[in-house]
């Protein structure tokens, strides 16, 4: 029994005393607060263990006695070396902290006062006892303070953090108990007993928590984190769906901590901006650097577009290898993550923009007008961005300056001035001065990060900041017009937006573009009309004034005929025959190009007029052309349609009297046919007479425009050109279609009655 217990003494002190050789190197390596406390209480540990052990059995003198005093005193030290290790962790109480000085002063007192070191066989004094009293009260109530407030320490952190802390615990709990059960066992010395080799036993246990609960191996780190190695796949998958850089964070910070015992992890752009955090300590601000891991406190895991700082907790002073790989390979994770959410929030970004083109254009290309189309941009832009004002100005007289217009957009968040408005609203912008008057010569957009740092800007002086884009508003190569956008905050230029900008500024210009076409058009229309009206003026007088001279012209020359017939010779006769004959033939041509002028100028109201009706007036008045050319007219059942009933009835009868009169030698067959259509009439006129050739369709209405000669057919060439004069007044169409000796068909429309306005 002697022998093992003196060898579990041997194996127990060399445990000590290469324990506190650990954690005295440990903390050269790694100061700091917890692992200096911890090398303070393992290391004089080891050394009362070492010094003790080479201590002679008998403490008969001055010297020894002293030397065993300050021994004492030093174990004295160990539960108050504990007790501030502990407050790294967790820090205690003020009065807490006064007790604990009071009750280690206290015990190292009452070891210096110690008269003599009582031996084995001499009776115990009652001072020896009240010495004994103090010792335990100091070992027992600091080492219970530091067991359980490690143990609640612990409570609520990651599984790493979680388990050293209660493995500490034990560890200090252990320890205090068996020393002081064996010291009060046993104390006088003596023979061992099974008692106090069963504490000898536990208190060389606590050797290895102490060792587990401070370092922990790496298959011991793997285990304790276990759970958050499940934990973390589960938030792998939600990271999947991430698509926002705070909610990345949100998911894989309190996993990093998690897994490696951290306290605080931070999330930082590329440009050190914080993005997201995770319980961030109080009067810690991290940076974007952080402090280097090999200071203890924060490991720094670079990103492709940022870094992670995590920041290591006090019940985790230091991150290790195993640490540092388990992060970097997060930090792999959390770059995926990062790379396909910025693919995301890039393509989303660009679909707004889209949007925001589809929109201004679509309200560029409506009816209204250049100035509503702007003042939709103009809203459009700042409604769907962060831009909260946007102003327009406009070329008008002088095309190197852009007048002011009353055209803005103004958010109730901008903070642009009254001033500001109003010079903005008064001022000229003239090609090459400030910004404005650049993009206006250059016809390039131009961004501004910083208004108040611009000294182009010439209204710097009414802004306290903020950003502006000036883009120009482009009819081709020209500028026309200029659009400013401003903003609150400054704001870093995006080359992607302004181009969108830039469209905008060109659909602009297509507005203006085609507002300028459209005046033109306008004005070329409203020439046109009035020249077709002083025309047709032209063409009514013109052939009404000239019927008097015609027939008096007509009449006297038939008066010289009839007179001096016998006294002109065959010469003359025949002049007189010519002279008439033109005379009469210039009367048809009057009274037809008067008919046409009166199409338009002379027209009835449109009426619900019977076709059937109509029909049945034309052939009544062919009666003597059918009865003689033997001609077969038939009809369908025709509509009712709004019209001039006048113009109908010459409509039909000009298209009924051609076919009969271009009949072969064939019998005349006409057919007059109508179709119902969903928003007109289709009619048609067909005959078997001598017909076309195709290519004069377009031809035959034109006026006075003749496929024949007037020996072949009689007339003036204008009936066809008065047809298409009267459909087209009605709203319709009408074309030909015809081959040569096989007839041919005069198509016409007219709208439905629902569809004519009266």
């Known amino acids: 029994m002697n022998q093992a217990f003196e060898t579990l003494q041997t194996i127990e002190l060399l445990a000590f005393t290469l324990l506190g050789v650990l954690a005295v190197r440990h903390w050269r390596r790694r100061p700091s607060p917890a692992s200096g406390w911890l090398a303070a209480t393992l290391g004089s540990f080891a050394f009362v263990a070492m010094i003790s052990s080479f201590f002679p059995e008998e403490i008969d003198t001055p010297a020894t006695l002293w030397a065993a005093k300050g021994l004492f005193s030093i174990l004295c030290l160990f539960p108050h070396f504990l007790y501030r290790f502990m407050s790294t962790f967790v820090k205690p109480p003020r009065w807490l902290d006064r007790v604990a000085v009071a009750l280690t002063a206290s015990a190292c007192l009452a070891t210096l006062m110690l008269p003599y070191s009582p031996q084995p066989g001499d009776p115990v004094q009652w001072w020896f006892f009240g010495f004994i009293g103090v010792f335990l009260a100091n070992w027992s109530g600091l080492s219970v303070v530091v067991g359980v407030r490690l143990w609640r320490g612990g409570k609520g952190q990651p599984g790493v953090a979680r388990r050293r802390m209660r493995t500490l615990s034990m560890a200090t709990l252990g320890l205090a108990l068996a020393l002081l059960i064996s010291g009060v066992s046993a104390p006088g010395g003596g023979d061992p007993t099974p008692l106090s080799f069963v504490l000898q036993i536990a208190a060389f246990a606590t050797a290895p928590l102490f060792l587990l609960g401070f370092a922990p191996p790496r298959l011991v780190r793997m285990a304790w984190r276990r759970e958050e190695e499940l934990a973390l796949r589960a938030a792998e998958l939600e990271l999947m769906k991430a698509l926002d850089p705070q909610h990345i964070a949100d998911i894989l910070l309190p996993s990093m ?41 924060a490991l720094t895991v670079p990103l492709r577009s940022g870094d992670i700082v995590v920041h290591a907790s006090p019940f985790t002073p ?24 910025e693919h ?93 008057g650049k993009v206006f010569s250059t016809g390039e957009s131009w961004w501004v990060p910083d208004l108040k740092q611009e000294p182009a800007f010439s209204r710097a002086d009414l802004v306290t900041g903020g950003a502006a884009a000036v883009v120009p508003i482009k009819v081709g190569s020209d500028v026309v017009g200029i659009l400013e956008f401003f903003a609150g905050e400054p704001h870093e ?15 602009l210009g297509r507005t203006v573009e085609r507002a300028r076409s459209q005046e033109q058009l306008a004005r070329r229309a409203e020439d046109l009309a009035r020249s077709n009206a002083d025309l047709e003026q032209f063409a009514y007088v013109a052939s009404h004034d000239l019927q008097e001279p015609l027939r008096m012209v007509n009449s006297y020359m038939q008066l010289l005929s009839e007179r001096y017939e016998n006294q002109l010779d065959e010469t003359g006769q025949r002049y007189i025959h010519y002279a008439v004959d033109g005379a009469t033939r210039m009367q048809s041509l009057v009274r037809d190009l008067l008919s046409f002028s009166r199409v338009g100028s002379r027209g009835l109201e449109l009426v619900p007029t019977d076709l059937n009706r109509v029909v049945g007036q034309a052939l009544n008045n062919f009666e003597m052309a059918i009865k003689e050319s033997g001609a077969v007219v038939s009809s369908d059942n025709l509509p009712t349609v709004n019209g001039d009933p006048g113009q109908l009835s010459q409509l039909l009868q000009n298209l009924i009297g051609n076919a009969i009169k271009f009949h072969g030698s064939t019998q005349p067959e006409v057919r007059i046919t109508a179709e119902h259509r969903p928003d007109e009439w289709l009619f048609g006129v067909t005959d078997n007479g001598v017909g076309f050739d195709a290519k004069y369709a377009e031809r035959v209405f034109v006026i006075f425009k003749r496929l024949h000669s007037r020996e072949e057919y009689p007339g003036t060439g204008i009936g066809l050109a008065i047809c298409k004069k009267i459909v087209e007044r009605h709203g319709g169409r009408i074309w030909a279609e015809s081959e040569i000796g096989k007839g041919t068909t005069i198509f016409f429309t007219l709208p439905r009655p629902e569809e004519v306005a009266a």
Request: proline share 5%.
């Open 493 to 507: 230029p995006d080359d992607e937006f302004l181009n969108v900008l830039t469209q905008i500024g060109v659909q």
């Open 318 to 341: 230091f991150f290790g290898s195993e640490e540092a790989q388990i992060l970097q390979s997060l930090g792999v994770l959390a770059d995926l993550a990062l790379a396909r959410a």
């Open 257 to 297: 901590c998690a897994l490696v015992g951290g306290e605080a992890a931070v999330l930082h752009d590329i440009h050190g901006e914080v993005v997201g955090s995770y319980l961030a300590p109080a009067g810690k601000s991290p940076t974007p650097d952080g402090e280097r891991p090999d200071r203890g406190s």
């Open 344 to 436: 995301f929030q890039a393509e989303q970004r660009k679909n707004s923009y889209l949007l925001i083109l589809q929109q201004v254009t679509a309200s560029a290309n409506a009816p209204e007008g250049t100035r509503e189309a702007i003042q939709a941009a103009l809203d459009t832009v700042c409604r769907e961005t962060w831009w909260t004002a946007g102003h327009a100005y406009m070329i008008n007289a002088d095309p190197n300056r852009t007048e002011p217009t009353q055209i803005w957009h103004l958010e109730a968040s901008s903070e642009l001035s009254e001033d500001f408005r109003s010079a903005s609203g008064h001022s000229s912008l003239v090609t090459g001065e400030g910004i404005a």
